[in-house]
């Protein structure tokens, strides 16, 4: 079956260190994204890819880096310079006319 | 800019009742709508896509329908049951720009 896996699904960061998340999507999708969840609030977009070896920023992407060097992969890097990281990420995928696929999601907590 | 609106922030009802959860919008230049479903520490399960062409959607119990001109969606349950209890999220994409506003969510507790 097609779909996005998201791991680990939890992640402990240890402050100045810089952590990756993976996504991973066999639905033949062109379009990944990065959203951020916290308590209370909506979700947030950190980052959007919508073609291979391109990727614009979302509305909260300080601190955050990501790469997209295959169709199928978008990883995240939460590096030391975000300050405030815990959080529940979830990556999402779609191509034109389509609607949105979600993976499981990934908690990472600053220990 | 795109803002998306959930009232209530949460709902309780007891089993066997209808219902009915309402989203809307600033910006009526919508590509597509999208009704979610998050279970608790979980990932998002699509439930519903509206395109802009379209005025509703059904699956099983399930029906959303969109007005545009008025910025509106609803979602209508059926006959809940208590594997209803999720957080039910909204969000819209626009014309040229494909990324998604989601609302806050309303939190839908159905009590046996």
């Known amino acids: 079956d097609g779909g996005i896996t998201q791991s680990p699904k939890y992640l402990f960061r240890k402050e100045g260190q810089n952590v990756t998340l993976s996504c991973e999507q066999n639905?033949?999708?062109?379009?990944m994204y990065w959203y951020r969840q916290d308590p209370g609030q909506g979700l947030r977009l950190i980052y959007y890819?919508?073609?291979?070896?391109?990727?614009q920023k979302g509305d909260i992407a300080e601190g955050y880096s990501v790469s997209r060097e295959k169709k199928e992969s978008f990883p995240l890097t939460v590096t030391s310079a975000q300050k405030n990281p815990t959080a529940f990420y979830l990556c999402?995928?779609?191509?034109?006319?389509?609607?949105?696929?979600f993976g499981s999601g990934t908690r990472l907590t600053v220990v | 800019k795109q803002e998306v609106t959930q009232i209530p922030a949460a709902l309780s009802v007891p089993e066997g009742e209808n219902l009915v959860l309402n989203c809307s919008f600033t910006d009526s230049a919508i590509y597509n709508l999208q009704w979610f479903r998050q279970d608790p520490g979980k990932g998002l399960t699509s439930l519903l896509l509206?395109?802009?062409?379209?005025r509703e959607q059904t699956s099983g119990r399930l029906n959303a329908s969109l007005d545009k001109s008025s910025g509106r969606s609803t979602l209508y349950i059926a006959a809940s049951q208590p594997g209803d209890s999720a957080t039910y999220l909204c969000a819209v994409s626009n014309f040229g720009n494909e990324k998604l506003t989601f609302g806050t969510g309303t939190r839908l507790t159905i009590i046996p």
């Open positions: 890819s919508q073609i291979v070896n391109d990727f």
């Open positions: 639905l033949n999708h062109d379009a």
């Open positions: 999402a995928s779609t191509r034109a006319g389509y609607g949105y696929t």
């Open positions: 509206i395109q802009s062409s379209q």
